[in-house]
């Protein structure tokens, strides 16, 4: 099974773009990398999913290297209400679900 | 349109109760989900439904069962419950028959075991 490895906390500024990075390094070929966001009190919520390269929707762009053994959360111009808990998890379709230990964002005015 | 929901939101036990944590969700999805999540780890899958009449077990599944009551139901029990049981619990359900699929969240019941 894959093991997923996030930074436990990260900081920034209003209006920054914010680079999250997930390291998965015995990720099997079936596997999808899928990112989450978690305010306190509440159940995850979905960001975005990618298989590999390039993902983009409104709200994140998702960077996964040809080997894919890591992935990059990429949050443009962020502001004080992206202030939560970020969740990478490395998933197929039977059910092998890897959740990392989040990453605890902070943006700062 | 509620989403998911979960009953209770909080809970007390003692070690050695029992009890039956509740899920629904309105969304006329297939695949339904338990987790638990600890302080400093990610969510760890206990049981999941793929669909309606099937249940299988997670990466953490000893002292719980479940049961797919319905399409729309999925309840999670403690026949014996364990300090060690101690976390907060989310109910996930998601459209199509796979992880991949978006999953959504119910808003979690947190346990305590004494």
Same mark, same amino acid.
């Given at each position: 099974?894959?093991?997923?490895?996030?930074?436990?906390?990260?900081?920034?500024?209003?209006?920054?773009? *914010?680079?999250?990075?997930?390291?998965?390094?015995?990720?099997?070929?079936?596997?999808y990398?899928?990112?989450?966001?978690?305010? &306190?009190?509440?159940? &995850?919520?979905?960001?975005?999913?990618?298989?590999?390269?390039?993902?983009?929707?409104?709200?994140?762009?998702?960077?996964?290297?040809?080997?894919?053994?890591?992935?990059?959360?990429?949050? &443009?111009? *962020?502001?004080?209400s992206?202030?939560? *808990?970020?969740?990478c998890? *490395?998933?197929?379709?039977?059910?092998?679900?890897?959740?990392?230990?989040?990453?605890?964002?902070?943006?700062?005015p | 349109? @509620?989403?998911?929901?979960?009953?209770?939101?909080?809970?007390?036990?003692?070690?050695?109760?029992?009890?039956?944590?509740?899920? @629904?969700q309105?969304?006329?999805?297939?695949s339904?989900?338990?987790?638990?999540q600890?302080?400093?780890?990610?969510?760890?899958?206990?049981?999941?439904?793929?669909?309606?009449?099937? /249940?299988?077990?997670?990466?953490?599944?000893?002292?719980?069962?479940?049961?797919? +009551?319905?399409?729309?139901?999925?309840?999670?029990?403690?026949?014996? @419950?364990?300090?060690?049981?101690?976390?907060?619990?989310?109910?996930?359900?998601?459209? +199509?028959?796979?992880?991949?699929?978006?999953q959504?969240?119910?808003?979690? /019941?947190?346990?305590?075991?004494?």
């Amino acid at each position: 099974l894959a093991k997923t490895t996030q930074p436990i906390s990260m900081d920034s500024y209003e209006g920054q773009e *914010v680079n999250i990075t997930c390291s998965h390094n015995n990720i099997a070929t079936n596997d999808y990398i899928t990112w989450y966001q978690q305010f &306190p009190s509440q159940g &995850p919520r979905f960001i975005i999913q990618g298989y590999k390269t390039k993902v983009t929707n409104e709200v994140a762009s998702l960077f996964i290297p040809a080997d894919r053994k890591s992935s990059t959360l990429s949050l &443009p111009r *962020v502001s004080l209400s992206d202030t939560a *808990v970020y969740y990478c998890l *490395v998933g197929d379709s039977n059910y092998q679900l890897i959740w990392g230990a989040g990453t605890k964002l902070i943006i700062k005015p | 349109n @509620a989403g998911v929901t979960q009953t209770p939101k909080f809970q007390v036990l003692k070690t050695g109760q029992s009890m039956t944590l509740q899920c @629904a969700q309105d969304m006329n999805h297939n695949s339904m989900y338990w987790y638990r999540q600890d302080p400093g780890m990610g969510l760890r899958l206990i049981y999941y439904s793929a669909s309606e009449g099937t /249940t299988d077990k997670g990466e953490v599944p000893n002292g719980y069962n479940v049961s797919r +009551l319905n399409k729309r139901e999925f309840s999670l029990r403690l026949e014996s @419950a364990a300090p060690s049981q101690t976390s907060v619990y989310f109910c996930a359900s998601s459209v +199509l028959a796979g992880p991949t699929d978006t999953q959504y969240f119910g808003p979690g /019941t947190r346990l305590t075991v004494l």
